[in-house]
């Protein structure tokens, strides 16, 4: 005995809906999800690199921090 099988599948168009307002998302903050965050790092002089290197990374540092 042969068992048959149907397959039966109905396909949905999306409907898309006019809006009066932008497409842009919502942007939420709320203290509970913006979280402070903490880097320790440690610069070691007589590491080879030099003090000009040194000065120039603790800029960017100062920079990457002010952007957080």
Same mark, same amino acid.
Do not use: W
């Given at each position: 005995? %042969? %068992?048959?099988? &149907? +397959?039966?599948? *109905? +396909?949905? $168009?999306? &409907?898309? +809906? &006019?809006?009066?307002?932008? /497409? *842009?998302? /919502?942007?939420? *903050?709320?203290? %509970? =999800?913006? =979280?402070?965050? *903490?880097?320790?790092? =440690?610069?070691?002089p007589?590491?080879?690199?030099?003090?000009?290197v040194? /000065?120039? %990374?603790?800029?960017?540092? $100062?920079l990457?921090?002010?952007?957080?």
């Amino acid at each position: 005995m %042969a %068992a048959s099988l &149907q +397959f039966s599948a *109905r +396909f949905f $168009k999306p &409907q898309h +809906f &006019q809006s009066k307002h932008s /497409a *842009r998302p /919502a942007v939420i *903050r709320c203290s %509970a =999800t913006t =979280t402070t965050k *903490r880097y320790t790092i =440690t610069l070691l002089p007589g590491d080879g690199i030099g003090p000009e290197v040194i /000065a120039v %990374a603790k800029n960017a540092l $100062k920079l990457v921090g002010s952007l957080e």
